[in-house]
Each structure stands twice: as C-alpha cells, then as structure tokens.
C-alpha cells in the first residue's frame, strides 16, 4: 500500500486518531479532521500527535458575548449573545433571525 504524506502541521479542534485495522489490511488510518490517511502500523498515536495544533479556523477572537467567525466564503461576521437572545450581523439572520453562524458557536460553546 501506497502511503500519503501527512500534513506538517495538524490544525484541528478535535485531535487526529488512529485507527487499527486487521492484519490483513496492512496498514492503520489516521484520521485527522474528517480526513482518513493510510498509515503504517509502526505509526504511534504519540508521533502523529506531535504535530497538533488544537484549534478552530472557523471560530476567532472569542470573548465573553462576542466572537468573530469566519464564513464559508470568508467574510467576517460578528455573533452576540445578549440577554438571552442570539445575534448575528449577517443577513440570512436577518431574515430569517437564525444563521449557521450562530448555530456554529453554539455547537463549539456546549
């Protein structure tokens, strides 16, 4: 089996993992955001976890009620939650007074 080359460096908010397989298969998988790799069974949990970053591309500059998030065509947009009610400046909130955006940080903040 053919192995590809693993990323450098490994940015993702959940950790990169291996998957054994059977002897058969001849080799294990690393998954790494949503990504599975071919990679040898000598390949430790360890080695591939050296070069992980935690982080969340999407989600930056949080702070208590505020944060900034990154949309799918790069645009910037700013999600409040204020009094008990969610708020973003983009404008499918404001039509439809709910957004992925917001739906994004809820997810990350449970």
């Not at 291996?18 to 990504?35: F, L, P, Q, Y």
């Not at 949990?45 to 930056?60: A, F, K, Y």
């Not at 973003?88 to 903040?109: A, D, M, P, Q, Y």
């Amino acid at each position: 089996m053919e192995f590809k080359s693993l990323p450098e460096k490994i940015e993702s908010f959940l950790p990169p993992v291996i998957v054994t397989a059977s002897d058969e298969a001849g080799c294990n998988w690393a998954v790494i955001a949503g990504k599975w790799y071919p990679v040898p069974k000598t390949l430790t949990i360890n080695q591939l976890r050296e070069s992980w970053v935690r982080g969340n591309p999407r989600q930056t500059k949080p702070t208590a009620d505020r944060w900034e998030v990154k949309g799918s065509k790069g645009d910037s947009y700013v999600v409040e939650f204020k009094g008990g009610q969610w708020k973003c400046n983009c404008l499918g909130f404001g039509w439809r007074r709910g957004c992925k955006h917001v739906e994004t940080i809820k997810s990350n903040i449970k």
